[in-house]
């Protein structure tokens, strides 16, 4: 495995925070002034290079790859046009504990699911699902997390009341999650015979 190889796979796995050369030569074990080498190496060659879509560039001390700027346009299209269909099962879990739960706590959602929910908790915050909804009182005061208007428009609801009621007694996350993948997928099809 080359440096070049491995300096790629880090700035691609920092993402928007970036790494020093500093770090990246303490994980290569060389020299700083390797890793800058190396690192300007691969910025020019990436910056003419008119087959690649992204770049490395250089923010203070730190080395980030980024998208190139002549791809803005279709970067901004994608973006206007969220997949909520690509949604994880362990994102649509934490969406349904979210909806059901609100406004609710990191923490709490990690109680009912069982694991660490962070990235879900990311993913649908980026999608729009889930926003910020204050903070809880008491040590800490963790953030509280609700659904938005635009997950009622993903689902196709009025309001939280529309929401498909759940059985009496204990309700698995399964079941939840079962619940609004249904309404979810419904939704989606509707949507794409518009």
Same mark, same amino acid.
Not at 93 to 107: C, D, F, G, K, S
């Given at each position: ?22 770090? #990246? ?6 020299? @700083?002034? +390797?890793? =800058? ?5 691969? /910025?020019?060659? &990436? ?59 990191? #923490? ?6 069982? @694991?660490? +929910?962070? =990235? ?5 915050? /980026?999608?729009? &699902? ?65």
């Amino acid at each position: 495995m080359t440096n070049e190889s491995i300096i790629e796979s880090l700035l691609f796995a920092a993402g928007d925070e970036g790494l020093s050369a500093e770090q #990246m030569a303490s994980v290569l074990d060389v020299d @700083v002034q +390797t890793v =800058r080498n190396v690192v300007e190496q691969m /910025a020019e060659t &990436l910056l003419h290079d008119e087959t690649r879509g992204v770049t490395i560039t250089k923010y203070g001390t730190e080395y980030r790859m980024m998208t190139k700027k002549e791809n803005a346009s279709f970067i901004q299209a994608l973006a206007d046009k969220p997949s909520p269909k690509t949604l994880s099962q362990a994102a649509l879990e934490t969406l349904a504990i979210i909806a059901y739960n609100q406004p609710v706590t990191r #923490m709490e959602v990690e109680d009912i699911r069982g @694991v660490k +929910t962070e =990235r879900p908790i990311a993913t649908l915050a /980026a999608r729009g &699902l889930i926003e910020e909804a204050g903070r809880a009182e008491g040590a800490g005061r963790p953030i509280l997390y609700a659904t938005t208007n635009e997950f009622l428009d993903a689902f196709q609801l009025n309001s939280l009341d529309d929401l498909p009621p759940l059985s009496e007694g204990e309700v698995s996350i399964q079941q939840e999650a079962d619940l609004f993948f249904g309404r979810f997928e419904e939704a989606m099809d509707e949507m794409a015979e518009e």
